[in-house]
T-cell receptor, first 116, second 113 residues
Framework: NAGVTQTPKFQVLKTGQSMTLQCAQD?????MSWYRQDPGMGLRLIHY???????DQGEVPNGYNVSRSTTEDFPLRLLSAAPSQTSVYFC???????????????FGPGTRLTVL | QQQVKQSPQSLIVQKGGISIINCAYE??????FPWYQQFPGKGPALLIA?????SEKKEGRFTISFNKSAKQFSLHIMDSQPGDSATYFC????????????FGTGTRLTIIP
């Protein structure tokens, strides 16, 4: 049981390049989300998904796209990277129990992205 | 609009002392208040959490105190150890059934010998 995995661990991009950050979980969790972490700003929600085929925007969605074709995978796409997207990105997942909610979100190890 | 304010930004405590981190929030539509611990180079991990129907929760050396009327909650680490040195985030979950978490800005805790 690997939990939440993210690839790559590190990435350097030039302004205007595109890339996809990968996230996978093997816990059969319905809910998955992407956060970015910047110094002094905590973690901010980018996009989230409550199940395959369902995604929605979080607090800071601009410049990012997501899709959820399977329960396991939730990739984050940067369409045209900008220096303001330099950050550490975390994927998280949790189970939605029959009550529709759960308490523990499990985070991946993060992807450190630098945009030059 | 920042819904949760966390303080202090950084904290240095001597080994064996008590570490206290505070969070204040701005509205009452939250049903779950977790604290996450993050070590350098790692993702955050749930440390302890409380629901608004209790005023205190203790797990080992970690205690959450919750003041619903003041809209504040705090993390107390008793007998702080060097291994507790990490960044701590408070968080809020709004509306039962919605998993979205709003995080505080984090507190970098350093425990010195």
């Amino acid at each position: 049981n690997a939990g939440v995995t993210q690839t790559p661990k590190f990435q350097v991009l030039k302004t205007g390049q595109s890339m996809t950050l990968q996230c996978a979980q093997d816990m059969n969790h319905e809910y998955m989300s992407w956060y970015r972490q910047d110094p002094g700003m905590g973690l901010r929600l980018i996009h989230y998904s409550v199940g395959a085929g369902i995604t929605d925007q979080g607090e800071v969605p601009n410049g990012y796209n997501v899709s959820r074709s399977t329960t396991e995978d939730f990739p984050l796409r940067l369409l045209s990277a900008a220096p303001s997207q330099t950050s550490v990105y975390f994927c998280a997942s949790t189970s939605l129990q029959t009550s529709g909610s759960s308490d523990t979100q499990y985070f991946g190890p993060g992807t450190r992205l630098t945009v030059l | 609009q920042q819904q949760v304010k966390q303080s202090p930004q950084s904290l240095i405590v001597q080994k064996g002392g008590i570490s206290i981190i505070n969070c204040a929030y701005e509205n009452t539509a939250f049903d779950y208040f977790p604290w996450y611990q993050q070590f350098p180079g790692k993702g955050p991990a749930l440390l302890i959490a409380i629901r608004p129907d209790v005023s205190e929760k203790k797990e080992g050396r970690f205690t959450i105190s919750f003041n619903k009327s003041a809209k504040q909650f705090s993390l107390h680490i008793m007998d702080s150890q060097p291994g507790d040195s990490a960044t701590y985030f408070c968080a809020l979950r709004a509306n039962f059934g919605n998993e979205k978490l709003t995080f505080g800005t984090g507190t970098r805790l350093t425990i010195i010998p």
